[in-house]
Every structure is written in structure tokens, then in C-alpha cells.
């Protein structure tokens, strides 16, 4: 069984598309998709629908969370801000509930899934380093979890007794005694200055993760979202992928 994760799509659906195109032909069985489906682009409602058929797992992020008036935007900022009020508008009564009744983790063989973190996933941490990694492995018991949020990909293992460390690259073999975070980066907003779309692919068979980049037509996602009217810094940074 192959498996592809997810994450942070925020309503790009020529980066979702792009990427299930890309999923279709690693001949991945399922998709497990970590939230944030809304926030930031232009097509919040087809990409709900889209991941909603295509999805196994569909888990709450801060951004659906906000968009459903869950969670208190207050931290985020001000063009974060504008685009949840934006999504709100452009989102169907039927959407709103979906998002609304998503839930904040799932566990799935062997895998635990977040889209935040698994310390506490209503809270909406960010695992920005080794030592964010190293705590979050007290809070999973499966061999790994997999996270998103920060659009930026990552991968650390923990050998049993020992301490976390990085993964250089962007792929990595499953050994036994060792546990893997995984960071899937971001669909449709990655932010680690590479701007395709990223996402990851298990292979049980081969026992692996791999971190997989997918070229999509950005000029045409940041079209519709000038044509929408949403912040010019959310557009911009898309060529850039920061
Ligand atoms: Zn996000």
C-alpha cells in the first residue's frame, strides 16, 4: 500500500490538482489530507468538495477552524485575517458545516496525523525545530506521525533511547526501533522559497516516506486571487514559495 499525505492546500486548486495528478501516478491507494483545505486562495469551495471525494482522512486546521468560527483569529494577521473573512464569503452554507465537523487527529496504520502538532492539536503549535521535534515524539505512540502547518517539509527520527535528529534530504527508509515527524510542507502555500507544491508518499512494501515536489501553473492561482480581490502579499509570495 502506497499512501499520500497531505497538507495546508488553502483553497489553491491548481496546486491540488497538480498534485492529484502526481499522487494518481505513484499509484498511491489513499490520501490523507492534514487541514488548512481553506485560507489564503481562491477556490476554498471546490477544493472542500474535491478533497472531501478524494480524502480517506480530512483533519481540522487553523485556517478551517477560523473559517468555521472555532478558533479566535486574532493571532493571525492582518492578510491572514482578510482572507479568512474572504473564504467565509465564498463558501457555501454545506462547506461551513464540513469544515465545522472536521476532526483534529486520526490515527491510521501505524501513523498518527495532526495538522499542527500532536502535543496539542486544538492549539495550533508550531514544530519549528529539533527541539519542538524531540517533545512531539513523547505525545504519538505510533511509528510516525506526520504534520503540517508550517509549510515547510522536515523530517526527524528518534531511535528508541536515544535523541531526535534531522533527516538530510528529502526522503528516508522506515527502520524498526526508530519513530519519524514528518512534515508533508504545504499544497498550496509552501514556504521553504521552493514554490511547487509539496506533499508526501508512504510506501509500505518499500517501507519509506518521500517528500514529493510538484510544479503547477502559479500564475494562473495568482490571477483569480488578484481578480478576488485578496491581499497582494498572499499572491506574491506564492512565485517565491516564502
Ligand atoms: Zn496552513
Known amino acids: 500500500m502506497k499512501r499520500a499525505i ?22 498511491a491507494d489513499e490520501i490523507w489530507s492534514l487541514g488548512d483545505a481553506v485560507g489564503y486562495g481562491p477556490d476554498p469551495e471546490a477544493c472542500v468538495e474535491i478533497l472531501c471525494s478524494e480524502a480517506e482522512v480530512n483533519l481540522m486546521g487553523n485556517h478551517d477552524a477560523a473559517v468555521a468560527g472555532l478558533t479566535e483569529e486574532e493571532n493571525f494577521n492582518i492578510s491572514a485575517r482578510l482572507a479568512v473573512v474572504w473564504t467565509r464569503s465564498a463558501v457555501s452554507e454545506a462547506t461551513m458545516k464540513i469544515l465545522a465537523g472536521l476532526p483534529y487527529t486520526a490515527s491510521r496504520e501505524g501513523a498518527f496525523l495532526v495538522h499542527a502538532s500532536p502535543r496539542s492539536p486544538g492549539e495550533w503549535h508550531y514544530i519549528m525545530g529539533l527541539r519542538d521535534a524531540e517533545e512531539s515524539f513523547g505525545y504519538f505512540k505510533e511509528q510516525v506521525c506526520f504534520v503540517g502547518h508550517t ?55 518499500e517501507a519509506s516516506i518521500e517528500i514529493r515536489r510538484v510544479a503547477y501553473p502559479v500564475e494562473t492561482t495568482q490571477a483569480k486571487m488578484r481578480e478576488a480581490g485578496l491581499p497582494a502579499l498572499l499572491y506574491e509570495r506564492l512565485q517565491v514559495g516564502r
Open 6 to 27: 497531505l497538507s495546508d492546500v488553502h483553497g489553491n486548486l491548481e496546486a491540488l490538482q497538480a498534485v492529484l495528478e502526481n499522487v494518481r501516478a505513484s499509484g
Open 151 to 205: 509549510h515547510v517539509p522536515f523530517l526527524a527520527a528518534r531511535q528508541d533511547g536515544k535523541h531526535a535528529e534531522p533527516i538530510d534530504g528529502n526522503a528516508t527508509p522506515l527502520r524498526r526501533g526508530t519513530r519519524y515527524l514528518v512534515n508533508v510542507g504545504s499544497v498550496g502555500q509552501p514556504r521553504d522559497l521552493d514554490p511547487r507544491a509539496s506533499y508526501a508518499l508512504l510506501d509500505e512494501a
